[in-house]
């Protein structure tokens, strides 16, 4: 029983410092991770991010579709609105710098500052253990892509086929 309870409090402890850590991660940007993960031995990432819907989404506020759907919404500016940008921009408030990155690779996969660094990446575990956050199931990736897709603008929103748009793993992995 004492066992159980020193390891109970030791897991604890690791995440609270885990938890505690990752406040000091910040947001590096797409460029960043553009180094490595434009590679075709790294899977081409950074490329399929700039072709999608993601890489723009934050330029798509400035469109006239977007203006007339904000004024139906009853808003005046969609790229300042926090309604609008917590799904188009979603760094707006913890890396405004990166606004216009859309919905950028860390939006997903956390602040880049410590796990970026190439010793980090090569080692999963010590990566996550830097920030990275790497969805253990489709599940897990579908909640949050759901966290701003779900009844987006009144519409329905297909994960599969949406998945299947930009699925972006390391070969081999």
């Given at each position: 029983?004492?066992?159980v ?10 995440f ?9 991660f ?25 072709k ?9 506020l400035?469109?006239?579709q ?9 808003i ?19 890396a ?6 859309g ?20 080692d ?24 701003c ?13 949406s998945?299947e748009k ?8």
């Open positions: 029983m004492k066992r309870m020193i390891v109970s409090f030791l897991a604890i402890l690791v609270i410092v885990l938890l505690a850590a990752q406040g000091n910040t947001y590096v940007g797409a460029s960043k991770c553009a180094m490595c993960h434009r590679t075709e031995k790294q899977g081409q990432q950074h490329p399929l991010w700039e999608s819907k993601h890489a723009t989404s934050f330029q798509a400035s469109s006239p977007a203006a007339t759907y904000a004024q139906s919404a009853g005046s500016n969609p790229t300042e609105n926090e309604q609008c940008l917590k799904c188009h921009a979603p760094l707006f408030k913890k405004p710098e990166l606004k216009a990155e919905v950028t690779c860390e939006v997903c996969h956390g602040p880049g500052s410590e796990y970026r660094k190439l010793n980090i990446m090569k999963r575990e010590l990566a996550q253990k830097n920030g990275l956050i790497i969805y253990p199931s489709e599940a897990a990736i579908k909640k949050q892509c759901l966290s897709h779900e009844n987006a603008h009144g519409q329905t929103f297909d994960f599969a086929s998945w930009i699925k972006h793993p390391v070969p081999g992995k």
